[in-house]
Structure formats: structure tokens, C-alpha cells
């Protein structure tokens, strides 16, 4: 596309500033718009979503923009679940059996504020901080935008919009607002909301508990989960439901109750957070929600990207690395030839929005995974199987987990069929007896039986999938 | 529950009559309120859904409030579906190997008509045209009307508010926009629309082609569909693609394009349409979509029933079918001893909805089915397979679609989960040659030999699902 055109960009947030970066990258007339005041200057946390999983499709984006090296700072190494049982025991359970493959602990906000200084220091880019966007003329490729500081609205066109502008996007709600076009949307709740709490770190600014892993209380119908931060703490997050279950978020009124839950269910967890129930008080309670559209674009003048597009929970750590991921294939069809942005919007939909519908069911069903069966002892079987295996013949096995999480070069969607196809086939013959684990499981010939037998029954479920699909698409 | 208590229901079309009728039977003060006029006074179709397919579920809601015997006699029995390949042959493919089962094309005008008499004809039952809801405040039970005929707006409260007022509920837009909880929502549309056509009748009154089947000319990419009517006529649907496609809605702008379209496609069915330009240019093109959401009630206050909990596409001959089972359910609950609304609301939703979501999901896989599937040899050789094992065991089995259309003391999820396994397990085999079709298939011991084997690969199947979901649900 011919890069003296300008693109509006709406939202300065990851995807956003990311984006914004690209595309000035590409020479393209950049102007961004940004609701809240400049992050780099004033706090804006607010106890939410302080630190995020990274892993490589985000880390594939970066190296688009060429910031490996000035990320990989900010990375703190997990290179597991570390799983807390009721008596505060602990055993970690790996992300892989391949030493190369863990995710990262990042700051949200150090991160968004790297991609700023950079997208700014382009001279085609231009960031507008404290810009509310109110409303999307996508007919006439025009914004409204209300200014903090004057208080004045005005309008601003571009030859293209593309909004960044997350789960409550401005742009998408002008498409379902408008019904000029047939807009498919869903917005799905689960029963659970989220809460913020801190582990802070040592007096001597050491990590209260082991810094390389994310840490994991399941509790069946409720779990808590702590992300390291490179100034010695943690970010804790409660995840719970809202009204059912003897403790729930609307009757945990009282320090006392919030006290005796987190003794009863975390109690190792309640003893790194002294801080506890001021936190609990303070911070706000948030939904989980998932959000699927389509169409994402409107004619060649709109586009919808990142959470605007399909906002997920947060359970896969996938949130952040699907925005951009987003972005780099959007960056790919840049480089073929389209006529016009309507057909290369119209491409990068149809080959993304089934990557993206598969992360977020992915991520649902790791909610159930990360709350429950990380106890069970099926589960683990599989899971100590499939170390096994990754270890032994690392060049022939993938879990669902690694699929997703560290092999970017396969879409989300393909590492959904392919991974849910190895669990029910592990889980099955474990089931049927068909596997009885060893004593000793790194017995390289029983593992390369074993395996070749999961591989055939993979092969075989997917088939009959294929067969089956026929019928119901 | 008490039934001194005045329930309001917006909308009477065919959820609202029926439930206005069994509340009213109940001795419910009932109020219901209607945006059109009367249709037992105006033409109301203007081409759209003149009839619909009618069948075991309905049947029993009929039963329910005692209006099985005038029914009937609206009824058109269609025994199966009549395929019409492009030379214009014709093969009857039956919707069960039992004789009694059927399924009936009846008018939504009749039906709906006789359930506003049956209604209105109750002493605690009044009804309200040509007034539009326009506005619910759930929380305080209250209902804004805009009456027509003297253009005046007012509010009118209940005990309880029951919204069945359609896909478009305006009951459903006010949880939405009222943002006071946590409401989950979707709306998808196929890319398929659709436009009604009529074969009419002879000049003496007969039908111009088989009157007790549901016609179908499926094309993979589209299909054409007629379903019979008392007065000797077809109501005749094109399902077709918006813009994608050599023919679709929006290229099919002149008569001669309308023409060879269909002379190309549908032979021997334009030949049954002199009218056919004229019905193609004067009907409206509509959507075809499905709504879900959660949850249906806000409180004991107010609560959604029908198509405004739960629209779904016309494929399997089960919107209103649906609909009314609705209602069959609910009534059941009142028997129960529920405490107050609330709880009873919540029962019922929770009960409920999996089954609707199901229905939901069926309806859209047997679009594929319809427009494409019927017509592949191996879907076919299923079918004969199915109806044999029904004709020759008809206790021991039931297929997909006799399981979902006749089997009305079976839930809908019930019904797909078993349905979907026993496709899976037939299709596999016969890809799989484990099943060669003999030349003479009503061999008994050969059917008997064939089904125990279907039998066990089906309960192999859905014990393999289950193990695997309790991974992924």
C-alpha cells in the first residue's frame, strides 16, 4: 500500500503503540490518539493488570521492530507452574521438557512505555495523549475526539482508522450501533471476576517466595496465581466466583471473612501478603470477558485489531502475544499486492479470525485446567508423560501447551486441534489402561513405543474428526 | 407461585399468545401487549415466514393447554424431504423409517390467531395491540408503552415482566444497554440471507407439485426450499449468499439475471413459478441470525422466553418448536414449590439453556447438511442405513434428527451429543469400510450385526469425549 496515505490509530495502548511503531516504521503517516495521559508520566495502574505472561509470538513482534534486545530486560523467567497445595506444599511443574522453552513476566506498563518512546521518536508519528475518541464516522473514515485538557470535541479524518482501542473499543461499538452492515458480535461474562493483590518484596528487596515460575493455589472453584516483578514483588491475582460458592466476591465484605478465606484455602499465600486486606479493599473487583465480532473492518476505511477484536480471559497468557501476533501478519500482507485495504483487510480476517477464535476457547478451557485438573492425578500423569517426551524426542513432540505458547509459527487454531487431539488421546489410553506408567518413565524405549502409539491414536482422532466434520462444519 | 400476581408479556406473537393462554389457564391476571395490530384483523405477512414446520415439541406444548384437536386440522403432514437435483428428479428422502413419524407445515398466521382466541376468550386475560414497548425499567418492574392510535406514551407496572418479544426483544436490549449487571450476549449472522417465493396453485385449486413433503433444491452454496399450504400453494425460500458467489443477493439485480439464475439452478421449480420475478423484486431479503444470552431474568422481575432468549436459524424446522417448549418447561416449574421468582427464573434458565444452545448450534450444522450434505453418496448411504435400522428395530434406534424432531421427552443437548456420535460412528465406518453396505439392506441379521456395532462405537465415542472434557468441558 502506498505509505503517504495517513492512518489514524485509536488507542496507544500494547497493540496500539506497537502498531503505531510498524507502521512508521513502514514510512506511513502515523497519528495516534489516546484516551489517558501519557503512561511514562503519570501513574496509571489502579491495581489492574500490572504484569503479563510473554512468550514468543509477542517476542516474533518484537523482533519485527527489532526491540528483542531492549525487552529482554524487563523479562523475569517462568519456567513453570509452581502449584501450591492446601498445607502450603509446593512442586513445580514445567512448561516443557525443552530447556529453551518458558514464558516471561513483564511490566504492562515499562513494556507500552518502550513502544511509545519509540513509535514517538519516528518523525511520522504522532501520539495524542489525553484524546477520548467518542465516536467513528467509518462511513466518512472520521473520529470524534474530546479533548481533557479544553474540554472541545473535534473531528479528524485519515485515509485509514484502525482501532487499537481494547475490549470497550469505541470503533467496534460504532459498528454495532450503526447496523448499516450485518455486525456479528458476542460479549460472554464467565460467573468468576478477577482481583489484584500484592506479594511485596523482602526488606532487603528479595523475592518472598521463588521468583522463575508462576505461581498457582488451584482450588477447584476458585484459584490464586502471583507473576513476579523485577522490584522483588509479585502481582497476585484472585480469581472468583462473583455470588456462588461459600466464599465469593460479593459476600467477602468483612476483613475478618477475607482473613479466614485466605487461611483456610492459601494459607501459604496469606503469610507473604500482610498486606492482604488492605489490597483486597482497595483494589477493584474486574470481569472476564470474552469478546468475538466480525466483520473487523469496514470497507477499506476501519479496521479493528488486537483486544478490540477479540479480547480473551486471561488464563492461556495469550492475551498480549495475540494482539501481536496481530500485528506482525498484518505486517506480512503489507508486503503483498493488494489493490486497495479493503481486500487486504478483507485477507488478513479470513486467515487470522480462526486463530483468533481458537485462543479464546483455549483460554477458557485453561481456566478449568489451572483452577482443577493441574491436581488430578490423570492430569498429571499426562503432564509428566509429555515431559518426558519433549525431553527424550524434543524434535517430536509438542504438547497442547507448547504448541500454543512456543511455537509461533503455527497458527493458534492448528494448535488447538492438534493439541486438544494429543490430550484426549493420552487421556484416553491412560483411562483404558492402555498406558500404565513405568517406574522409571525416562526408559527411552518404552517412551519411543509410547509415543508412536499417541501419535497413531492422534492421527486416528483427527481423521475421524475430519470424517465427521463433513456433516457438522 | 401465587397466582393473584399480574404478569405482563411483551409481545404476542407465538411464545406470548401461548404463554398468555397456559399463565391465564394457570389464573394469572395476565396483561400482554402487542406492537402490531391484530393479525386476526390485518394482513400482516408482507412475505415473510408465512408458514413454518411444526412437530413432537410444539405438539406437546398444544397438548399442554388442550388445543391438540384444533390443531390438527391445520396441519400438513410432510413425510420427508423431496430432493430435486438440477435435471429436475425428484427422490423422497423420509424423516424416520416409523411411519407415525412426521412433521407438519402449518401457518404462522393460523396458529398464532388461534391462540390469541383461546387467550382472549379467558376472563383474567387481556390483550393490547399496536402498542409498542419501548423501554423496560427492570429493576422497578415497569414497562413503557407507545400506543399508536393516540400517539401517547405510558408506563405500566407488574409483578412480573415477561419479555417475548422476539429476536429483536426489547426487553434483551434494555439488560444490554442498562449495563446494571454482567450480561453475556451474542449475535451471529450466517452470510447467508433468505427471500420468500410462491409456487401458487393449480387454477383448480390442486397443489402443482407433491403436497406432503418438505421440497428442498440444495446446491451447495445455496438451496431453495418449499413447504406446502392448506389453500393449495407452496411458500417457497431461497437461501443465498449476500456477496459472495458467481449468483447472490446483492448481483441479482435484473430479471433476466433472476431468470437464468434459477433456470441454471432450480429447472423445475421455476417452471411452477410464473410469478417468480415479480415475488423476487416485491419481498424483502432478510437475515438469518442466532441469538444467545445469559441471563434471561433480571431477579424475580423480569425474564425472556422464546426467540428473545434464544433466535436461532430456520434449518432444523425448530424455532418455534423451541419456543413452546419453553413454556411446556416453565409450566412445569410452576408446579414446583420455588420460594419466590427469582429462584424459580434461575431453575428454569439453568435447566434450560443448554438445550436451546444446542438447538442453536443444530440449526446451523444442518444448514450445511441441507444445502450440500444430502446430496454426498456417503451421507446417503447413512441415511438408508438409519432408516432401515428405524423401520426394522424401531425401538432401538433413533437417529440425529429423529432424536431431536420426535423425540420430545429427550433435552435437545441430550439429543445432539448422542445424535452427533452416532453420525461420527456411521460415517466412520463407512469411510473406514468396517460397514459395506450390502445390495439387500433390510437383511435382518445383517442390520442387527451392523447396529450392535454402531451401538458400541457410538458409547466408545461419548466415553471418549467424556474423559477428554474433563479437560476442556
Known sequence: ???????????????GSLLALRLGQRGFNVEVFEKRPDLRKVDLSAGRSINLAFSNRGIKAMNLVGLQHKVKPLCIPMYGRM???????????????????YINSISRNDLNALLLEEAEALANVTIHFNHKCTAVDFENTSSTFYKYENKTEYSRKADVIIGTDGAGSVLRKSYYLGKKFLFSF???????????????????GDYKT??????????????LIALPNLDGSFTVTLFLNYDDGEYNFNNLTS???????????FKDALELMPNLVEDFFKNPTSPLGTVKCSPWHYKGNTLLL????????????????ASFEDITEFDALLDKEYNNWESLFKAFESSRKKDTDAIADLAIDNFHEMKGHVNQ?????????????EKTFPDLYASKYALV?????????QAMLRGRAQDKAILNMLADGDITMPLNITDRTWLEETLKQVQIETDNILEEDRVAKNMHH
Not at 505509505?3 to 500494547?14: C, D, F, K, R, V
Not at 505458547?405 to 487454531?413: L, M
Open 1 to 15: 500500500m502506498n505509505n503517504s496515505q495517513t492512518i489514524q490509530i485509536i488507542g496507544a495502548g500494547l497493540c
Open 83 to 101: 502449584l501450591h497445595d492446601l498445607e502450603g506444599n509446593t512442586t513445580l511443574s514445567p512448561y516443557s521438557g525443552r530447556e529453551n522453552e
Open 186 to 204: 458476542s460479549q460472554d461474562y464467565l460467573t468468576h471476576g478477577y482481583k489484584e493483590l500484592t506479594i511485596l518484596p523482602k526488606e532487603n
Open 210 to 223: 521463588f521468583k522463575n515460575a508462576l505461581h498457582i493455589w488451584g482450588r477447584d472453584a476458585f484459584m
Open 255 to 265: 476483613e475478618n471473612q477475607v482473613r479466614a478465606f485466605f487461611s483456610t484455602y
Open 306 to 321: 488486537g483486544d478490540a477484536a477479540h479480547a480473551i480471559v486471561p488464563f492461556y497468557g495469550q492475551g498480549m502475544n
Open 377 to 389: 492425578a490423570i492430569f498429571r500423569e499426562k503432564r509428566n508423560l509429555e515431559m518426558a517426551f
Open 405 to 413: 505458547t512456543f511455537n509461533e509459527n503455527i497458527g493458534y487454531r
